[in-house]
């Protein structure tokens, strides 16, 4: 049985699986990840990869490596060019991999792994031209259109994280503007507006001062939002007219048939649900295929969109 050796490398975690050709996932394990630096979180990946092979093995014959990062990635020549401005260290993950398992070695961007799987297993089922946006601890997406995912020159396109939706805004971002959807919309943006404005809101269950890197649960904000909390409920407003204005923005630059949304924040539907209002019929009228949840397992979209990054590489230079 022919499979590809799948690893996703993510903010808080590493997951390693072997896929079949076909897109099963027939086993896995996680591991922490560092991605405090990119030479640290590389070896968080080889120290997985070592352990990996040790305590679970390979039930195929591993036709290949597909591996899937954060931030900007070279998928034609297997450089990392960085995880964000601030962490930017080009390194020849391809090379320092295969030191491990000797396999032809793939790798792209993890937005850009998932749309694959959706592209092949899940909405690209629907439609060619759709945008898959992830909104979990941070926001990206990337643009299919007519089958192609779009990565753009520098390999940055659809990091709409990034896209100021608030021109007003004092809120600064990471990569030096103010008011970007990715401070305001995110998991971890969410979070930290709770953090900000807390002691504003004495009668809020948040009414506290916090501490260093303490998380805020998006879970959290959704039931206090729910109970009348003043304080979720302006985050969570903010939230919601952010996600509005990113897709309507999107719908107007890209003219997709539909959006496919992933991510911790949307999986449960209720951020979907409360988002309909702030849409306008009239800017999406030519969504023939709506707004859709994926109906994909997330537990391993970015595993299955490496298997298909393989199996693509394989052909696309013919090894």
């Avoid at 030479?39 to 679970?56: G, M, S």
């Amino acid at each position: 049985m022919k499979t590809i050796l799948s690893i996703d490398l993510g903010g808080t975690k590493v997951m390693i699986g072997e896929v079949t050709v076909e897109g099963q996932v027939l086993a896995h394990k996680k591991y922490p990840s560092v991605v405090t630096s990119q030479k640290k979180a590389l070896e968080t990946i080889k120290e997985a990869l070592v352990d990996y092979q040790k305590t679970v093995g390979f039930i195929g014959e591993i036709q290949g490596m597909g591996v899937a990062l954060v931030g900007r990635v070279n998928y034609q020549t297997g450089i990392w060019i960085e995880i964000h401005p601030e962490l930017s260290e080009e390194i020849d993950v391809v090379q320092e991999l295969q030191k491990i398992v000797s396999v032809p070695c793939f790798l792209a961007n993890d937005v850009y792994c998932a749309s694959l799987a959706e592209l092949e297993h899940g909405f690209g089922n629907l439609t060619k031209n759709f945008v898959y946006l992830n909104i979990g601890t941070g926001i990206a997406a990337r643009m299919v259109i007519e089958g192609q995912i779009i990565a753009g020159n520098h390999y940055d396109a659809g990091e709409i994280g990034h896209m100021v939706v608030d021109i007003n805004s004092q809120i600064p971002c990471i990569c030096g503007r103010y008011g970007c959807s990715e401070v305001l919309a995110s998991g971890l943006g969410m979070s930290n507006r709770i953090k900000q404005l807390a002691l504003d809101y004495p009668t809020s269950i948040f009414h506290r001062e916090y501490q260093g890197d303490e998380r805020v649960a998006t879970e959290e904000i959704f039931d206090a939002y729910d109970q009348g909390d003043k304080l979720a409920q302006v985050v969570i407003d903010q939230a919601l007219k952010t996600v509005a204005a990113v897709i309507m923005n999107l719908v107007r630059t890209c003219d997709p048939d539909g959006f496919v949304l992933g991510g911790g924040v949307v999986l449960n539907g209720w951020f979907l649900e409360k988002l309909q209002p702030y849409l306008s019929k009239k800017t999406n009228r030519f969504l023939s295929q709506g707004i859709a949840i994926t109906t994909l397992d997330t537990r391993y979209i970015t595993l299955i969109g490496c298997s298909i990054l393989v199996q693509k590489g394989l052909v696309q230079f013919n090894v």
